[in-house]
C-alpha cells in the first residue's frame, strides 16, 4: 500500500474490557481528514504493542477520546501527503507531541504538555494501528539513514526507546553513577543500554524471569538478580553483596522502577537511601504504602517521568542507529492483523521482544 489513500484502514478498540464482556477489536475505514498547514499524513511502517495500549484495552485505563478509536502510539512510517517538505521521507512519530505554547512547554517540561497531543489517546480516533495516521509535521524525527535497520523496528524508538532517555535526563545521570534497573522488559531493557551509553558505572538489572536477566548481561548490565519468590528485604541485601564486591557506597544510586507493578515499586522503595532518587517510570493502577518521612531522613528523590521531549529524539536515534543501543535483538514483528492475539498474548505473558504490528491491509 503507499500513495494517498482515499480510506484508512484500522483496527478500532470498539470496546475496552469490562467485568461483563472482553475488549474487541474490528477492522474500519475512517476518513482521511482535510490536512491543514503543518500537518502530514504517514503511512505506518509499524506499530509497537505497548503496556500503556493494554492498560486502556484489559485494566480500565481511560483514554481522552472514548471507544471506539485506534490505540497506538509507537510509530514509524513514511510521509505520504500534507506538508510538502516532508513528503516522501522516513519518520518517528513522537509518542507525546507538545503544543508549544502554554507555561509548561516554556519551561521545557513539554513532555508533560497538558495539551499534548498522543496518537491512540488523544487525537480522536487515529491511532498507529492503522494503515495511515494524520499528524503535525513540527515534532516528526526524520530517519536519514537507518543504516540496514527495518523502518518498521524504529518503531519502537517512538516510546520503548526514548521513554528511558527522558528517565535519565530526569535523573540527571552523569558519567559514573551507580544505578538499578526494576524490571528489564519492553521499556527496561533499553533503560540498561541507555545508562550504560550515558556513562552509568554500573547497572544492576533485577526481574522475575531469568532468560531476560541472563539476555541483558550481554547488553550493558553488570550483575542481575531474579526477585522471583523473593521480598523486598532479600532483594536489598543481594545488592548489599554486590556493593561490596565492587567497593560502591550505599548512598547516591539512582533507581528506575520499570515494571510499574506493586512488588517492582515496592523493591525500589526499599533501596532508596541516602541522597540516592528513584525513577517511577513504569504504570500501574494499585496503591504502595510508604512512610515519605523516608525522604526527608535520606535526603532523597522519588521523581516521575512521563514519555520523551521530542528534541531527544533525534540523539535517541542516532545511538539506535550507530548500534550504541541495540534494537533489533529486542524487536519482533507480527502482521497487523493478528492484533487481538497479540494483545491477548502480551497481556498474558510479557513477551522477550517488543513486538511490533506492520500493516498488512488488502
Not at 513539554?110 to 480522536?124: A, D, E, H, T
Not at 540523539?315 to 529486542?330: G, Q, S, T
Amino acid at each position: 500500500m503507499s500513495g494517498v489513500p482515499d480510506k484508512i484502514l484500522t483496527w478500532q478498540m470498539v470496546q475496552p474490557t469490562t467485568k461483563d464482556q472482553p475488549g474487541k477489536f474490528e477492522l474500519k475505514e475512517i476518513p482521511v481528514p482535510e490536512l491543514k498547514p503543518g500537518e502530514v499524513l504517514v503511512e505506518v511502517a509499524g506499530c509497537g504493542v505497548c503496556h500503556t495500549d493494554l492498560g486502556y484495552f484489559y485494566d480500565g485505563v481511560p483514554t481522552i477520546t472514548k471507544p471506539p478509536l485506534t490505540l497506538g502510539h509507537e510509530i514509524a512510517g513514511k510521509v505520504v501527503a500534507g506538508d510538502e517538505k516532508w513528503i516522501g521521507k522516513e519518520v518517528i512519530i513522537p509518542a507525546v507531541m507538545p503544543c508549544r505554547q502554554c507555561y509548561l512547554c516554556k519551561i521545557g517540561r513539554g513532555n508533560r504538555c497538558l495539551n499534548q497531543k498522543m496518537p491512540g489517546n488523544s487525537m480522536g480516533i487515529y491511532g498507529g494501528f492503522s494503515s495511515h495516521i494524520p499528524v503535525p509535521s513540527i515534532d516528526l524525527c526524520e530517519v536519514k539513514d537507518r543504516k540496514g535497520i527495518p523502518l518498521e523496528h524504529l518503531a519502537v524508538v517512538a516510546d520503548a526507546a526514548t521513554t528511558p532517555f527522558q528517565a535519565a535526563k530526569r535523573a540527571d545521570i552523569q558519567i559514573g553513577d551507580n544505578t538499578i534497573v526494576i524490571g528489564v522488559g519492553g521499556v527496561g531493557q533499553f533503560m540498561v543500554q541507555e545508562l550504560k551509553a550515558l556513562g552509568a558505572n554500573i547497572v544492576i538489572a533485577i526481574d522475575i524471569n531469568e532468560a531476560k536477566l541472563q539476555k541483558i548481561l550481554k547488553y550493558g548490565a553488570d550483575e542481575v538478580i531474579n526477585a522471583s519468590g523473593k521480598s523486598p528485604k532479600d532483594i536489598a541485601d543481594e545488592v548489599k553483596a554486590i556493593r561490596k564486591k565492587y567497593d560502591l557506597p550505599g548512598y547516591g544510586w539512582k533507581i528506575f522502577e520499570c515494571t510499574g507493578t506493586k512488588p517492582g515499586q515496592e523493591t525500589a522503595l526499599a533501596l532508596l537511601s541516602f541522597i540516592g532518587k528513584l525513577i517511577v517510570v513504569g504504570f500501574g493502577m494499585h496503591k504502595v504504602e510508604y512512610s515519605i518521612s523516608r525522604l526527608m531522613a535520606f535526603d532523597a528523590e522519588m521523581i516521575g517521568t512521563w514519555g520523551c521531549l521530542p528534541e531527544y529524539y533525534p540523539a535517541v536515534l542516532n545511538l539506535v542507529v550507530n548500534r550504541k543501543i541495540n534494537i533489533e535483538d529486542f524487536v519482533e514483528t507480527r502482521p497487523m492483523s493478528q492484533i487481538a492475539e497479540v494483545f491477548e498474548e502480551v497481556h498474558k505473558s510479557p513477551p522477550e521482544r517488543r513486538i511490533v504490528l506492520v500493516p498488512d491491509f488488502k
